[in-house]
């Protein structure tokens, strides 16, 4: 995730503080090198992209991102670990919402935006 290449001329960082703002969520900004499990078909153009955000141990995966409406595939190999510096080239219009808290979701198909916060995801951790 290359720092300068946000939309609109603003950082990444810039666009994820906008997005929690707009939200009413405190920003938590993702960790340089951070991992996040992204479905392997993301890339596949299936909207509406979801995410949500567990809370983590230090080198632990927060963020789970995947592609579509239905029920989420239980496949083991679902989810690939990404670093975060290269979720742009995987998923590109989940970056602006990584800033958001654990416990949050997100579900968009680009102009389309929702936001929200899940009491049972900040509630179960993950390692």
Same mark, same amino acid.
């Given at each position: 995730?290359?720092?300068?290449? !946000?939309?609109?001329?603003?950082?990444?960082?810039? %666009?994820?503080? +906008?997005? $929690?703002?707009?939200?009413?969520?405190? /920003?938590?900004? *993702?960790?340089?090198?951070?991992?996040?499990? @992204?479905? +392997?078909?993301?890339?596949?153009? @299936?909207?509406? &992209?979801?995410?949500?955000?567990?809370?983590?141990?230090?080198?632990? @995966?927060?963020?789970?991102?995947?592609? !579509?409406?239905? *029920? %989420?595939?239980?496949?083991?190999?679902? /989810? @690939? *670990? &990404? $670093?975060?510096?290269?979720?742009?080239?995987? $998923?590109?219009?989940? %970056?602006?919402?990584?800033? %958001?808290?654990?416990?949050?979701?997100?579900?968009?198909?680009?102009?389309? &935006?929702?936001?929200?916060?899940?009491?049972?995801?900040?509630?179960?951790?993950?390692?």
């Amino acid at each position: 995730m290359s720092i300068q290449n !946000g939309a609109e001329g603003k950082t990444w960082l810039e %666009l994820q503080q +906008r997005t $929690c703002q707009k939200a009413g969520a405190a /920003f938590v900004p *993702p960790e340089a090198g951070m991992r996040v499990a @992204v479905a +392997r078909d993301i890339r596949e153009g @299936v909207m509406p &992209v979801n995410g949500l955000r567990h809370a983590v141990k230090q080198g632990g @995966v927060g963020w789970f991102i995947w592609p !579509g409406e239905g *029920p %989420l595939c239980q496949d083991t190999d679902y /989810f @690939v *670990p &990404v $670093c975060i510096e290269h979720l742009d080239t995987w $998923c590109p219009l989940a %970056l602006p919402f990584l800033g %958001l808290p654990p416990g949050w979701r997100f579900l968009t198909d680009g102009p389309y &935006v929702d936001m929200w916060f899940d009491q049972k995801i900040y509630d179960l951790p993950i390692d």
